[in-house]
């Protein structure tokens, strides 16, 4: 089957409604805009571009610690923000991948401008963070790069768990990364309706940036055998089953959600064959919340169509799982028994539930 062109796809939107009159005109006259600034430019054009911005941007930063900037604290904090507020102003008002570019570089640049100066006056381990959460907010809303917004997102996440672990312990560091877990999940399963809000864009980056924090904290804490006994030593103990417990209850809401979406019953033989593997994979991997995490995130992947996150769940996954095996106090025999009938059990399932529902894995696919 032939693929649709542009005019196919606007023509049939305008026939089921969900398209004005006069939008196939403004679709048009976009994608002649971006094909003559965008695609006519070569990739590789583009990524000198880049180079160039990112290495004139350090080039600027070098300048003020050759002149011993680096040594007033108050001064590299208003500093920080004037290059900041100027390359946000550079990037709304100025396109191409140079300016775009130096625009990122220079604003990164007054973040941790701003946060030197603020930790160096301060001496506080809890100012840089509550400068990142609230610097992090105000560059989402303002400036309008999606890497920016990703990496803003990211660094405002870690501040907030760093902020619970502060105040809270161990439990402080787990309710923070079960909350970026539920923040991932709505945003994806709400993507369709946030997207045509006054706030769309940030839906991607956000949840992007979440998903990748959330996945790369949990494989963290696994592989840092020493850093996690120093961090359960401060504030409240918390043991690791509690949030995979909680986990699991996400990772279970959103199957609900996703069947629901596909019309199969939840409370039928579909959703009871689903919601038994799930929770036998929570109870296998009580100690690694890092395995109900990853199916969580493929689910989301296949039910929104994302490749991205798809592919960083699967190896997410296989981290968890290597893990899990390594950590497992059986042996080598009893650990090849355990993953051979776990498989057999998951392949199983997927046979009976593609015999017993062919229509809805076929829209699925």
């Known amino acids: 089957m032939a693929r649709p062109t542009l005019q196919d796809v606007l023509n049939g939107l305008q026939a089921e409604g969900h398209l004005a009159p006069d939008a196939g005109e403004r679709a048009r006259t976009t994608m002649e805009v971006y094909r003559r600034t965008?695609?006519?430019?070569?990739?590789?054009?583009?990524?000198?571009?880049?180079?160039?911005?990112?290495?004139?941007?350090?080039?600027?930063?070098?300048?003020?610690?050759?002149?011993?900037?680096?040594?007033?604290?108050?001064?590299?904090?208003?500093?920080?923000?004037?290059?900041?507020?100027?390359?946000?102003?550079?990037?709304?008002?100025?396109r191409g991948a140079f300016m775009e570019q130096l625009a990122l570089a220079l604003?990164?640049?007054?973040?941790?401008?701003?946060?030197?100066?603020?930790?160096?006056?301060?001496?506080?381990?809890?100012?840089?963070?509550?400068?990142?959460?609230?610097?992090?907010?105000v560059l989402l809303a303002l400036f309008p790069d999606a890497i920016l917004r990703f990496?803003?997102?990211l660094g405002m996440a870690g501040a907030a768990v760093f902020l619970l672990w502060k105040g809270l312990g161990e439990l402080g560091m787990q309710l923070g990364l079960l909350g970026g877990a539920v923040l991932v999940h709505w945003l994806l399963l709400e993507q369709a309706r946030l997207?045509?809000?006054?706030?769309?864009?940030?839906?991607?980056?956000?949840?992007?940036?979440?998903?990748?924090?959330v996945m790369g904290a949990l494989l963290t804490l696994n592989f840092a055998g020493a850093f996690v006994r120093e961090l359960r030593m401060h504030g409240i103990s918390t043991p690791d089953a509690v949030l995979t417990l909680g986990l699991t209850a996400l990772t279970l809401y959103t199957a609900w959600r996703v069947m629901k979406e596909l019309g199969l019953e939840a409370s039928g033989v579909a959703g009871a064959a689903v919601f038994v593997a799930l929770g036998v994979t929570a109870l296998m991997t009580l100690h690694t919340p890092a395995v109900i995490t990853a199916v969580g995130m493929m689910v989301l992947g296949f039910h929104r169509r994302s490749a991205v996150l798809l592919g960083l769940a699967v190896a997410f996954l296989l981290a968890a799982g290597g893990w899990y095996y390594y950590d497992l106090g059986l042996t080598l025999l009893a650990k090849a028994l355990a993953l051979t009938g776990s498989?057999?059990?998951f392949l199983g399932l997927r046979l009976f539930l593609l015999r017993r529902f062919p229509v809805a894995a076929a829209e699925v696919r």
């Open 38 to 94: 965008d695609v006519a430019t070569p990739w590789f054009v583009k990524a000198l571009a880049g180079f160039g911005a990112w290495v004139a941007a350090a080039f600027l930063l070098s300048f003020f610690g050759c002149v011993g900037l680096w040594n007033e604290e108050a001064l590299l904090a208003v500093l920080g923000l004037i290059i900041g507020g100027g390359a946000t102003l550079l990037r709304r008002s100025t």
């Open 107 to 137: 604003c990164l640049a007054g973040v941790a401008m701003v946060q030197t100066g603020i930790a160096m006056m301060t001496e506080s381990e809890i100012a840089p963070a509550v400068i990142q959460l609230v610097l992090g907010a």
């Open 151 to 153: 990496l803003m997102a």
């Open 195 to 213: 997207r045509r809000g006054r706030w769309g864009e940030l839906v991607g980056p956000v949840a992007f940036a979440l998903a990748c924090g």
């Open 343 to 345: 498989g057999l059990v």
